[in-house]
């Protein structure tokens, strides 16, 4: 699948526009509809850096013809169900998130993706002490 087929079917599972990324990606919009337009063979790095940062995948979901954007997207068993876990706990939704986003980070805690939220909550807490206590 194409980055451009790839950005069609993320923009059409969340009912998204060209405008609603555009801004959400901090991206031009002319650059959004080029990519709908015209060969992405050439695309800058920053734009699928900022369509991954927007989508909460990664570069290479986006990029990569073998790869799965469901899959990648869900680097923890159920992500929407862990944000909505969190929601009340902005503490640890920020570090979940931070975790979410970062590929080395992703890595590091790999072994967490099964955990239900209430585990990841426990492991969330150990990291936000540990943050805490480097002051």
């Known amino acids: 699948m ?3 087929n790839k950005l069609k079917q993320l923009m059409n599972e ?3 526009t060209k405008v609603d990324v555009s801004h959400g990606a901090g991206l031009p919009y002319n650059t959004v ?4 337009k015209k060969d992405t063979d050439n695309v800058k790095l920053s734009t699928p850096k900022a369509l991954a940062t927007f989508f909460e995948c990664t570069i290479d979901s986006l990029v990569d ?5 469901s899959n990648d997207i869900e680097i923890y068993s159920d992500h929407q169900a862990n944000l909505a876990y969190f929601a009340n706990k902005p503490e640890l939704l920020e570090i979940y998130k ?3 986003k970062s590929e080395n980070l992703k890595l590091l805690f790999d072994s967490a993706r099964d955990l239900a939220p209430e585990d990841l909550e426990y492991v969330l807490n150990l990291i936000k002490r540990l943050k805490d206590s480097e002051g």
């Open 2 to 4: 194409t980055l451009t």
């Open 14 to 16: 969340r009912g998204l």
């Open 33 to 36: 509809d080029g990519l709908f």
């Open 65 to 69: 013809s073998t790869s799965s954007i």
């Open 98 to 100: 931070e975790i979410h």
